[in-house]
Every structure is written in C-alpha cells, then in structure tokens.
C-alpha cells in the first residue's frame, strides 16, 4: 500500500483527492491536514510515503511545509496547484518536492503521479513540462546528443565517471527510462545511480539534482 497524506485548506478540494485515490485498491488515504503546520505535525504522526501538498494555506505555507518534511525525510511531496509555474511552485521544487501536478489533472495522471512519486521518480504538470525545463534545465536534448553542461571533475569531484553522467541526464530533465537507453544499463541499474547520486550530493529529489546539475547549487 502506498499511504498518502492530504494537505489543502479546502475540505471539498480534499475530499475529491481522497475520491479519486481511493479508486485504485493500492493507495490509501492516512490523513488530511487543512494548513501547512498540520501537514508537519500529521506527516510526522503518520509518516505518509506521499503528502499532496497544497502550496497556498494559512497558517504555514505548502513552501515551508515542504522544506520541513522533507528535510526531515519523513514523506515525498508531490504539489498541487491551481497555478501553472510560479515563484511558490519553483521554490517548492527547490526545496526538495518530488514534482507537481496542476489541480485540474483528471484521475488517472492524479494517481499515476502518487505511484510514480512513491517509487522514487519525479513527476511535472504535461502543461508546463517545458516551461520547467526551461527554467531550471535549459533545452531537453534527445538521448545521444550533447547538452553542452556535462556534469565535470571539478564541480562534482564526488561522483565516478558513470554518476556524473547519470547527473547530466537528469540536468537535461530525463525519466529511468531514457537514462537507460542512452547509457546502455538497465532500469534497475539506473536507479542505484539515482539513489546514489542523489544521496552524494545532499539531494532529496530529481528535480534538486536538475537544478544542480545546471546551476552548481548546493542544496
């Protein structure tokens, strides 16, 4: 089972998510929080493998909220949002969210993202995919091709050769599955490199190892 806290300050809002999940017999709905100071206490209490979070609520924000779980290690964080790409939903990003979703994503992307986000990937609104490439990546070269900010020595003198570049796939905004192709190496393979990519670099999401990967932030 795959258990999933709700954080939104709008109960009808929580009650379709929970709706929703609960349509696939593998989710499980755990708790719901109406402020980001709730989302901390309940992830803490609950220890949810996946929060929905909701970036704009009283109290404590879904920013802040996000900040805390998540460098606590306590839950993923996938956010929802009304609004395609803003300051709230980058800085959320930056903060450690495996990803977000718009709230207008019908049923099936909802759970997807939930499955996918539990299992360790980063999930982005099909919408604005490009706008957040755009924004933290650059250009999203095909498998193959160059993207012109290799992951070096010098910046990442952590890495073995073979991390660096599964650094610089995921600094060009790619899924296991094109890391694989590209590389030659299985999916599992991958996610050993993932997991320990980001484990190296303080990382707690893909989407944090983007950023650095074309940035040079440390996070």
């Given at each position: 089972?795959?258990?999933?806290?709700l954080?939104d300050d709008?109960a009808a809002?929580r009650?379709?998510?929970?709706?929703?999940?609960?349509?696939?017999?593998?989710?499980?709905?755990?708790?719901?929080a109406?402020?980001?100071?709730?989302?901390?206490?309940?992830?803490?209490a609950l220890?949810?493998?996946?929060?929905?979070?909701?970036?704009?609520?009283?109290?404590?924000?879904?920013v802040?909220?996000?900040?805390?779980?998540?460098?606590?290690?306590?839950?993923?964080?996938?956010?929802?949002?009304?609004?395609?790409?803003?300051?709230?939903?980058?800085?959320?990003l930056?903060?450690?969210?495996?990803g977000?979703?718009?709230k207008?994503?019908?049923?099936?992307t909802?759970?997807d993202?939930?499955?996918?986000?539990a299992?360790?990937?980063?999930?982005?609104?099909?919408?604005?995919?490009?706008?957040?490439?755009d924004?933290?990546?650059g250009?999203?070269?095909?498998p193959?091709?160059?993207?012109?900010g290799?992951?070096?020595?010098?910046?990442?003198?952590?890495?073995?050769?073979?991390?660096?570049?599964?650094?610089?796939?995921?600094?060009r905004?790619?899924?296991?599955?094109?890391?694989?192709?590209?590389?030659?190496?299985?999916?599992?393979?991958?996610?050993?490199h993932v997991?320990?990519?980001l484990?190296k670099?303080?990382?707690r999401?893909?989407?944090?190892?983007?950023?650095?990967?074309?940035?040079?932030?440390?996070t």
């Amino acid at each position: 089972m795959i258990r999933v806290l709700l954080a939104d300050d709008h109960a009808a809002v929580r009650a379709g998510l929970r709706m929703v999940l609960e349509t696939d017999p593998q989710l499980e709905v755990v708790g719901e929080a109406a402020d980001g100071e709730s989302a901390v206490t309940n992830a803490r209490a609950l220890r949810p493998d996946v929060v929905l979070m909701d970036i704009r609520m009283p109290r404590m924000d879904g920013v802040a909220a996000t900040t805390q779980i998540v460098q606590a290690g306590i839950a993923q964080v996938l956010v929802l949002t009304t609004f395609d790409l803003d300051e709230y939903v980058v800085a959320a990003l930056r903060a450690g969210a495996a990803g977000f979703l718009l709230k207008t994503a019908d049923g099936a992307t909802l759970v997807d993202a939930v499955r996918r986000v539990a299992a360790g990937e980063g999930v982005v609104a099909p919408e604005v995919t490009r706008t957040l490439l755009d924004a933290f990546v650059g250009s999203r070269p095909g498998p193959g091709e160059s993207s012109g900010g290799e992951a070096d020595d010098a910046r990442f003198p952590g890495l073995t050769v073979r991390e660096r570049e599964v650094l610089d796939c995921l600094g060009r905004g790619w899924s296991n599955q094109e890391i694989s192709r590209a590389l030659h190496i299985t999916e599992a393979t991958t996610k050993s490199h993932v997991s320990r990519v980001l484990t190296k670099l303080g990382c707690r999401s893909r989407v944090q190892a983007a950023i650095l990967a074309r940035e040079g932030l440390r996070t």
